[in-house]
């Protein structure tokens, strides 16, 4: 069940090598063969790599703590590298600190509380079933509930978490982000309580295996006082042989909620009052929300909101209608009320009837022109005339119809169209009215959803017309734009994401931001989220797709109030793209997204993330070397802060030397390198420690032109003693014997 709620109206340290003095020999020759070294096997002094560095002033960038190693027994012998070694001991827990642990967002106990509830009458039972009478707690540390899609049992599952674990229990909702349940992804933490929804139909089906590993899973979470509770859907849970295990217990949800009790509480919940009592006093909007799921009257409740707003509006503004017409400022709060909640299929299914190719007054059915010119102003609503004509006409182009035309002596497309009714006259048929400023009034919106839906529930031929002509009709990015929030609802109508994939196909190229848009407003939706993250990550491979995913990437990584889990899945994301992407233009893109998190504070810890996973072997170097780049960014004069006493624990070194020894990279990396060096030029000692830094970097093999060009780059910068900064690390890389055969000044090509 969805609790979304509507706007409511109420007030350790590396060791430290010897610093380098005098000119160094050139690392273009094998060693034995510089000045001052001997030939293989004679000892030699070492080169020095880094200035030693002290520890990271932010804990959060610094390296991993060591274990806490908590010993009971008098003497102790400890091997390996353990940080602390404590006196006691309950139990060392290890799966924290893997890699692929399921990560969630930690809710608010007092929030939870505040949300709608709605019980069912079985849940009652449910409860007693559940909850020891003795302790107050759940009998078992894992409870698995299944029930029917949109049923509420996330709620019901949250519900009994939040009052009955204990108040220091830390409540955790977990993002089940993975190919097929396992026991090694699910978390394990001392005094938690997990809560996991099941509901992807590939990702989820659930195994006899996982049952076998959830019962061990039961009692190690038992021994650390935490539970979990899976929520899994029905179609899901077909074997009724996946019961029977020790250390959990299963419950099916066979009743969902009453309606009218969901939508009154939302309405109560969120500071409307009023409307619940009005709703009491209105039978035939009653009427119209017997059998709704949870879900469904959780969105019904907005709908009453809105049709209120809308009442509102419009008592406390003068009416543009002719007084002459049944104006909508005339329609009461309960036939709006009621009219917002009719799913309006007895009147569509005579619209959308037999075919016809002229309008009769006594068949309700409209020709092809008309519906076109309905749908058009379902999305618009009330709209100038001309920009719903234009649209209308659009819509036609797009299905590829063209007037119909009889007889031999059939009319040019202009005199027939001039021959028929007028816009007026048919604007008046679909439902509409004209004020006097000859604008459309379409003061519909349930209604106007209700004909999108018909449409595109009942002509399956129309859909990809549809989403065309939205597309093409969408004027920004905005999901207040009405041609975005129809492709939003209709997409992920029926719970699926196949004709996001459809949308990918027709907006990928021409609309990018459209698509982008649309696929935000999909991830956020509890039901299809993961769906469409799986749809992305598909898309991330792919060039033509790259700018749509990058700028839904960058929104969703921007947003301070994202849970770490779907932060995670945006940065696989772009990972993917810069991995697989062989265009300069689409890479650039993916580091102005890493560029931008480099601003934030969660966003810096991310890259660093990204750069030691690709230092450590993990993760592509592609995408590693771009969260590198973006962390290169100088902040003001002075020494750069990734070769500050306050960087994170990454070689940066070994970052530098691997981006100039690819020309591709180098020319992305030597920019940035130039801007470190030239603002802390003018510091001498900033400089001298960043030029010693940088030249172990410069040196090794196919290493020349990289350094060269660098060198280049350099000419022109000088030191406040006006020591050309150029030459002064061409005199350090460069031996003298090889001066006059690679001159700083020369050709490199």
């Not at 510091?683 to 172990?696: N, T």
């Not at 350090?732 to 020369?746: A, E, M, Q, S, Y």
């Amino acid at each position: 069940m969805s609790d979304a709620q509507f706007d409511p109206i109420r007030p350790q340290e590396p060791e430290a090598a010897e610093e380098e003095t005098g000119p160094q020999p050139s690392s273009w020759l094998p060693r034995w063969r510089r000045p001052g070294h001997g030939r293989p096997g004679e000892e030699t002094d070492d080169p020095a790599v880094f200035l030693p560095k002290q520890p990271s002033s932010h804990p959060e960038l610094g390296r991993v703590k060591s274990e806490v190693l908590e010993t009971a027994g008098a003497t102790n012998h400890v091997h390996g590298d353990v940080g602390v070694v404590a006196g006691s001991v309950e139990r060392l827990v290890l799966n924290q600190h893997k890699r692929d642990v399921l990560e969630g967002i930690e809710l608010d106990r007092g929030s939870l509380l505040e949300r709608p509830f709605v019980p069912a009458p079985q849940w009652a039972a449910v409860r007693e079933q559940v909850i020891d009478a003795d302790t107050g707690r759940l009998r078992q540390p894992v409870l698995v509930i299944v029930a029917p899609r949109s049923f509420g049992s996330t709620t019901l599952a949250l519900r009994l978490l939040v009052e009955y674990t204990a108040s220091q229990t830390v409540l955790v909702k977990l993002d089940a982000d993975w190919t097929a349940p396992s026991r090694g992804r699910l978390p394990l933490k001392k005094a938690h309580a997990f809560q996991l929804d099941l509901k992807h139909p590939i990702n989820d089906q659930v195994s006899a295996d996982f049952l076998d590993a959830l019962s061990v899973h039961a009692e190690e979470l038992r021994a650390h006082r935490s539970y979990l509770v899976l929520t899994v859907a029905q179609e899901l849970w077909a074997d009724h042989r996946l019961g029977g295990r020790t250390g959990f217990q299963i419950v099916h949800l066979h009743a969902a909620p009453d309606a009218q009790q969901v939508v009154e509480a939302h309405l109560n919940a969120t500071g409307y009052t009023q409307l619940t009592t009005a709703l009491q006093s209105y039978p035939s909007a009653q009427a119209s929300l017997r059998g709704l799921t949870p879900v469904a009257a959780a969105r019904a409740a907005r709908t009453i909101v809105m049709a209120w707003q809308e009442h509102t509006r419009l008592q406390q503004s003068p009416s543009l209608v002719r007084a002459d017409t049944d104006a909508a400022a005339h329609i009461s709060l309960e036939e709006r009320v009621t009219a917002a909640l009719t799913d309006w299929r007895e009147e569509l299914d005579g619209r959308f009837g037999e075919v016809t190719g002229l309008h009769n007054s006594d068949n309700p059915s409209l020709t092809v022109e008309d519906r076109c010119l309905l749908l058009a102003l379902a999305v618009r609503q009330s709209a100038p005339m001309p920009e719903v004509a234009r649209s209308a006409e659009k819509l036609q182009a797009a299905i590829g119809h063209l007037p119909a035309q009889s007889g031999k002596a059939a009319l040019s497309p202009v005199p027939s169209a001039f021959a028929g009714r007028g816009l007026r006259r048919r604007i008046l048929d679909v439902g509409a009215d004209v004020d006097m400023q000859d604008r459309v009034i379409f003061d519909r919106p349930a209604y106007g959803q209700a004909v999108l839906e018909y449409v595109w529930d009942n002509y399956d031929v129309m859909r990809e017309p549809l989403l065309t002509w939205l597309v093409e009709a969408s004027q920004s990015t905005s999901p207040e734009d009405p041609a975005v929030g129809a492709l939003a609802s209709l997409t992920v109508r029926h719970g699926t994401v196949d004709y996001l994939n459809t949308l990918g196909d027709i907006a990928c190229t021409s609309k990018p931001e459209v698509l982008s848009a649309v696929m935000e407003s999909a991830v956020r939706d509890e039901h299809v989220g993961r769906l469409a993250w799986a749809a992305l990550y598909r898309w991330a491979g792919q060039d033509e797709y790259a700018p749509a995913v990058v700028s839904l990437c960058r929104r969703i990584l921007n947003d301070a109030s994202i849970a770490a889990s779907t932060a995670k899945m945006a940065m696989v994301r772009l990972r993917r793209i810069a991995h697989t992407t062989r265009d300069a233009a689409i890479r650039s893109t993916v580091l102005a997204a890493f560029e931008e998190l480099a601003q934030q504070p969660t966003g810096v810890m991310r890259l660093v993330a990204e750069v030691r996973d690709w230092q450590q072997g993990k993760a592509s170097a592609r995408g590693g070397s771009l969260a590198f780049l973006a962390l290169m960014a100088p902040a003001g004069n002075g020494t750069p802060w990734l070769m500050s006493a306050d960087a994170p624990d990454i070689d940066v070194q070994s970052a530098v030397h691997d981006l100039l020894s690819t020309p591709d990279t180098a020319t992305e990396v030597i920019p940035r390198l130039t801007a470190w060096v030239r603002a802390c030029a003018t510091d001498p000692d900033a400089y001298a420690r960043l030029r010693d830094g940088l030249l172990p970097s410069l040196r090794g093999h196919n290493m020349f032109q990289a350094g060269m060009a660098l060198m280049q780059e350099l000419d022109g910068i000088s030191t406040s003693d006006g020591v050309s900064v150029a030459d002064d690390f061409y005199h350090h890389l460069v031996d003298t014997r090889l001066r006059t055969v690679f001159p700083l000044k020369g050709d490199t090509a």
